[in-house]
């Protein structure tokens, strides 16, 4: 499995981005996705997750409300959707995939995932 993000740039505060992760190579039993950030000093961590087919979806409390994760099956992509963007929302952002089950309390966790992009730069300033 091999992902690829894009749309990170340099946006102003209250701004908005839509960053995207491609899937290819063998993929077909990919079940989760997630997205991860990491800020320079700071630990990696989980953004949103959601179980492909769109069944459920979980989101950091820091972007409740203002980041949408979903995914277009067609196009092997998933998006996240970053509105009313801070500052504190800057860090290298990477997707991450994998094909085992990872419990509900779990999807946070980098940890819980084989398969990473290299990462997309998002700057709020």
């Known amino acids: 499995v091999q992902l690829v993000e894009s749309g990170g740039e340099l946006v102003q505060p209250g701004g908005s981005l839509r960053l995207s992760c491609t899937l290819s190579?063998?993929?077909?039993?990919?079940?989760?996705m997630g997205w991860f950030r990491q800020a320079p000093g700071k630990e990696r961590e989980g953004v949103a997750s959601?179980?492909?087919?769109?069944?459920?979806?979980w989101y950091a409390d820091s972007v409740k409300g203002r980041f949408i994760i979903s995914q277009d099956n067609a196009k092997n992509t998933m998006y996240l959707q970053m509105d009313s963007l801070t500052p504190e929302d800057s860090g290298m952002y990477y997707c991450?995939?994998?094909?085992?089950?990872?419990?509900?309390?779990?999807?946070?966790?980098?940890?819980?995932?084989?398969?990473w992009g290299q990462g997309t730069q998002v700057t709020v300033s």
């Open positions: 991450a995939a994998e094909t085992n089950w990872v419990p509900a309390q779990r999807v946070r966790e980098s940890k819980q995932y084989k398969y």
């Open positions: 190579g063998d993929s077909a039993n990919t079940e989760y």
């Open positions: 959601i179980i492909l087919g769109g069944i459920s979806t």
